[in-house]
């Protein structure tokens, strides 16, 4: 079983492989898109170097859950509705949602995700794995 720190150390490799960041950028509160500057086309290579490093599988949409960003059953004028919320939580039990939930825009997710939400995913992968 592998320990948080062999856990974090991982991801940081993962995310400074991925991203082209040094080492010390990579902060568990550090965000994906805002503080590493992720874009869209990064979350492949995220999950792809994630998956081979923990030889586990990332279901598409598990990590990213996008179906629910694009449902029209939960986004209304752009922002999450309450059940859209309910659906991100059950989810994304992994991510810490309290400062999504205070302006739910649906631009805004990806700039939410931090590398300790994906340290919390890829422990809760590997544990059950």
Known sequence: MLTKEQIFDKVRTALVDALGVDEDEVKPEATLVGDLG???IDFLDIVFRLEKSFDIKIPRGELFPEDIL???EYVQDGRINPAGLEQLK???PFADLSG???NPAVQDFATMLTVQDMCNYVETKVSAG
């Open 38 to 40: 992720a874009e869209s």
């Open 70 to 72: 694009t449902n029209a």
């Open 90 to 92: 059950k989810r994304m």
């Open 100 to 102: 999504f939930e205070e």
